[in-house]
């Protein structure tokens, strides 16, 4: 179960935290890449929420592994390792990357593929939907298993599909009109 007020007083911390250091696009980054790493890679948040493996060994791999953070952004991994709230990070990192975007005035979107967009294409993607869409626009990839091949965009309202189910979709409505 999700602790929904830990999850939103923290991330409003954080995105508060942000501003006030005036770190925003810092932040944005690295708190990115963070999620991607936690999402990417579950074995470390098991291992960072386990019982069995002491506090100090959980803090020195938080320590050695984002030694390059920002000291505000470790520090608070730090805390989450001490209050046990580890599994809570996904939801409070999208949650702060979501606060600072709309701050900054940055649409956010998603786009689902079967396999793990490369940052250069996933930037290149975010270009073109930006100067389609006439504003800064951030992507977040995730997998859906669902799809055979292609990919589904959503950014607010637009949404573009190009996957084996739209092109199904659209031989079916073609065979309805008698093309």
């Known amino acids: 179960m999700i602790d929904n007020h830990y999850v939103q007083s923290s991330a409003k911390a954080l995105s508060q935290i942000a501003f006030e250091e005036k770190k925003e696009k810092l932040f944005l980054n690295q ?3 963070i999620k991607n790493i936690f999402s990417y890679n579950p074995e470390v948040v098991e291992y960072l929420a386990s019982g069995s493996i002491k506090l100090e060994n959980k803090k020195k791999f938080i320590e050695e592994i984002f030694d390059l953070i920002e000291p505000l952004i470790l ?13 809570y990070l996904d939801n409070i990192f999208l949650k702060a990357i979501l606060t ?3 701050k900054l005035n940055i649409e956010n979107g ?4 079967t396999l793990k967009l490369s940052d250069k294409k996933l930037l290149e993607i975010e270009k073109k939907l930006s100067v389609f869409l006439k504003k800064e626009v951030k992507l977040l990839n995730l997998i859906d298993k669902e799809l055979i091949s292609g990919y589904e965009i959503q950014v607010g309202d637009f949404k573009q599909r190009n996957n084996v189910a739209s092109w199904i979709d659209q031989m079916a409505l073609s065979i309805k009109k008698g093309d």
């Open 75 to 87: 520090n608070f991994l730090l805390m989450a390792v001490e209050d046990n709230k580890i599994k």
């Open 110 to 113: 998603i786009i689902y593929t």
């Open 100 to 102: 600072i975007n709309k």
């Open 31 to 33: 708190l990115f890449i």
